[in-house]
Nanobody, 117 residues
Framework: HVQLVESGGGSVQAGGSLRLSCAVS????????LGWFLQAPGKEREGVAA???????TYADSVKGRFTISQDSAKNTLYLQMNNLKPEDTAMYYC????????????WGQGTQVTVS
């Protein structure tokens, strides 16, 4: 079955950086998007960044200019580089394989916690 396994979360001070990784197995990325979502305590899960099959990237306004989504196809790994982190970025971060829209999630990872103080 398809597996998405996130890593790279942790605790960091405001202004710091983290790089999240998502190892994707048994999934062929031939359509739709790969994306990152976050879920803060008591809030709905929301899309943060997406990468489509053509390499186009989109970002939530709250992270534009600070976060970068990328992919290493050879390693079947999705990344989220997070710079200039803010306390409000504190959340569980999930990677996902989706259809054309982030609302059409096909597969979720288990999540990795990011805490910014």
């Amino acid at each position: 079955h398809v597996q998405l396994v996130e890593s790279g979360g942790g605790s960091v001070q405001a202004g710091g950086s983290l790089r999240l990784s998502c190892a994707v197995s048994r999934y062929t990325f031939t359509d739709g998007c790969l994306g990152w979502f976050l879920q803060a305590p008591g809030k709905e899960r929301e899309g943060v960044a997406a990468l489509n099959i053509d390499g186009k990237t989109t970002y939530a306004d709250s992270v534009k200019g600070r976060f970068t989504i990328s992919q290493d196809s050879a390693k079947n790994t999705l990344y989220l580089q997070m710079n200039n982190l803010k306390p409000e970025d504190t959340a569980m971060y999930y990677c996902a394989a989706t259809g054309a829209h982030l609302s059409d999630v096909r597969h979720w990872g288990q999540g990795t916690q990011v805490t910014v103080s």
